[in-house]
Structures are given as structure tokens and as C-alpha cells.
């Protein structure tokens, strides 16, 4: 059987999560929709026991991190149920710029089991020394909606308590981007609805933990929460992780060239872009011209959500927990469609500010 140290994570994107290669087996995991089973077999309530979509999924995103899947209704739920492991007065350092559903989960730990929470921007140098005195560092890389990047090795690699642990939030640079378990994180958590789905047609997330104890952990939360994700969803997302890898090279080279014209516009400030991925933030002169851009393509579409196939944009200001960004930022999550097609779109929209 082929093993994932065999093979880069483009062909495991292919490869991992599939039936056993016996003759007659399905190529791919059939889908399945059951609740309950048969006693006296592996499998008794859907809610406990993996059903094959969940355990391919698991196997295929586990297995381009390098560690062991954990499958979530949804990112969020991802998130809380490793932010759950936390105790009462742990000391928790936070992106300044994470997703705002995290810091969100991080005010209320502070709110409710007295977590000191320290915010720091994703680049700071500061998160070397906080290792030595926190109990968990949440690094989102790049973060969201600012791009800034930390460096995940040297975090990492920074002197730790026992017992400490580094999570990676990994939704914006997908498996493909970067792995940081090999880096030397502990948990990888991952926004399923994005990237790796692809196609903005579910909600689901995962855990991805280096050591299987520490997935263990996770599946018993998962179960007593009722974190449960759908069987149609894991084999939709299992679906669109087959074509990952594709559909990242395609954005990856729209967004660079995305990024060069947005710098060459005149009604455009700052561009924002990590060197890779396919995520975009630039600023217009404040939130009027923002809006009036957002509402002028036809091929980009005005939509929250990111890493689909389809190029979707926003300003990020319209959120709450969003109020130290630019008032003119916007996000944009660059698909699949030609590049001059695209920036044809995007162009003339911002030549109607001039
Ligand atoms: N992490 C990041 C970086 C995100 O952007 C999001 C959602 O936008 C989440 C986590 C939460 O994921 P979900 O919306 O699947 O619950």
C-alpha cells in the first residue's frame, strides 16, 4: 500500500483516502447516509463512529499535513475543540489579525475561565518569548484579512514549557501552501469550507494532530459536542480535495498577476500578498469606493466566503471585530477564472473611482 512519505502532498491529494485497492472496490468512497447500523458490527450511531466519507477525508488532509484528521462539522468547530482543552487561567497568544469566529472563542475563555489572552501581530518576533510563558500559541498564517506571515519554524522552534502547545491555523495557505506539523506545530486547524472544498458548497473543518493521542482527545470532544460533520459534505469536500492542487496553481498565478496590475491602478493603495496562495487584500481610499467597487464586477463576485473556484470579494469592514483594518480594505479570494478575464472585470470596476 502506498504510503504518504512515498509521495509529495499533490499526488496524496489524488492517492490518500481511497477505498482498499481490492478487485471490485470503488475507486472512490461511495456515499453513504446512515445514522444508525446493524449492532455487533465496527460501526453502531453516525454521531460516534466514522462513516467511510469522514475516514477518507480524515486520511487524505491528515495525511497531506502528515499527522492524524479530525473532521468537523465546520472550522469554528474545529477551533473550539481545541481551544476546549484549554483550563481555567490558561494563557493563550493570539494573532492581532485571526479570524474574528477565534478571537471571538478567546474572549469568551477570558470572559469565562479567566484565559489571558495576549494579540500580537503574526510577524512579531515577540511570539518567540511568549512561548516560554503560554500555554498555547494560535498562529494564523497568513491571517486574516491583513496577510501578515509569521515564521511558524522559529515559533516553533522557540524554548517551551512541557505541555505546551503550538496550533497552526492553516485555512489560508491550505496543506499545499505549508505543513506545519513538519515544522514542528502540534495541531494543524483548517476552515474545510475554503480551500480544500472548494467550491463554496459546505461548511466543515479539521483538526490535524501530530500525535494520535492528541487526536484522540479531539474525536472524544467532537463526539460529546455533537461536532459531528455530514457524510454528504466530507464526500463533497473529499471530491474537491482531489482537484486541490489544480485549482491552487490556477489561482496562484491569476492572483500574481492580479497583484501587479491592482499595484499599477491608480485608485488602489496598499496591496497586501503573501508571495503565495491565492489571497489578495488591497486598499481603496476608504469604504464608499470600496462598496462602489464591490458592486461594479460582474465575473468577481461580492460574496464573505473564500477559496472557491469562483473569485469572490469583499471589504473586510463590513464585519465586527474587524475595526483595526483599513476603513477601503477589501479580500479577495481569486479562483479558477482566466486571469485577463479577471482583471478586465476588476479593472474596469476600479476605473469607474478615477
Ligand atoms: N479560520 C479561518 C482562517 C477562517 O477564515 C474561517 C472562516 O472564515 C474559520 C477558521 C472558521 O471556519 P468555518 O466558517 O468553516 O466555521
Not at 511558524?152 to 491555523?169: M, S
Not at 464526500?235 to 491552487?248: D, E, I, K, S, Y
Amino acid at each position: 500500500m502506498l504510503r504518504r512519505d512515498d509521495v509529495s502532498a499533490e499526488t496524496w491529494a489524488i492517492v490518500g483516502g481511497r477505498p482498499l485497492d481490492v478487485p471490485g472496490a470503488t475507486l472512490n468512497t461511495p456515499l453513504i447516509a446512515a445514522s444508525n447500523f446493524v449492532l455487533g458490527g465496527e460501526r453502531i450511531y453516525s454521531r460516534n463512529e466514522a462513516t467511510e466519507a469522514w475516514e477518507s477525508l480524515e486520511a487524505l488532509i491528515g495525511g497531506m499535513e502528515h499527522g492524524h484528521g479530525v473532521a468537523f462539522a465546520s472550522g469554528m468547530a474545529a477551533c473550539a475543540a481545541v481551544l476546549s482543552q484549554l483550563p481555567t487561567g490558561a494563557h493563550l497568544v493570539l494573532g492581532d489579525d485571526c479570524y474574528q469566529g477565534v478571537a471571538g472563542l478567546a474572549d469568551a475563555g477570558a470572559r469565562d475561565h479567566g484565559w489571558r489572552v495576549d494579540r500580537l501581530p503574526a510577524s512579531d518576533p515577540a511570539w518567540l518569548g511568549k512561548a516560554a510563558e503560554a500555554d498555547l500559541l494560535w498562529v494564523e498564517s497568513p491571517s486574516n484579512p491583513l496577510l501578515d506571515v509569521a515564521d511558524v519554524a522559529a515559533i516553533c522552534a522557540a524554548p517551551r514549557r512541557p505541555g505546551t502547545r503550538v496550533v497552526v491555523d492553516n485555512t489560508f495557505a491550505t496543506p499545499l501552501g505549508q505543513q506545519p506539523l513538519t515544522l514542528g506545530a502540534d495541531i494543524v486547524v483548517h476552515s474545510a469550507t475554503k480551500f480544500i472544498g472548494g467550491h463554496s458548497d459546505l461548511l466543515l473543518g479539521l483538526a490535524v494532530a501530530a500525535d494520535p493521542a492528541q487526536a484522540t482527545l479531539l474525536r472524544t470532544a467532537r463526539q460529546l459536542n455533537g461536532a459531528t460533520p455530514g457524510t454528504l459534505e466530507c464526500f463533497l469536500a473529499l471530491r474537491g480535495a482531489r482537484t486541490l492542487p489544480l485549482r491552487l496553481r490556477q489561482a496562484e498565478a491569476s492572483a500574481r498577476v492580479l497583484v501587479e496590475r491592482l499595484g499599477g491602478h491608480p485608485a488602489v493603495g496598499r496591496v497586501r500578498y503573501p508571495g503565495f496562495g491565492a489571497i489578495v487584500s488591497f486598499e481603496l481610499a476608504d469604504a464608499p469606493a470600496a462598496d462602489v467597487a464591490c458592486r461594479a464586477t460582474r465575473i468577481v463576485r461580492h460574496a464573505t466566503s473564500l477559496g472557491g473556484v469562483e473569485t469572490t470579494m469583499e471589504r473586510r469592514g463590513v464585519h465586527v471585530g474587524q475595526e483595526h483594518i483599513p476603513a477601503g480594505l477589501i479580500r479577495m479570494s481569486v479562483g479558477c477564472e482566466d486571469a485577463e478575464d479577471l482583471w478586465a472585470d476588476l479593472g474596469a470596476a476600479l476605473d469607474q473611482l478615477q
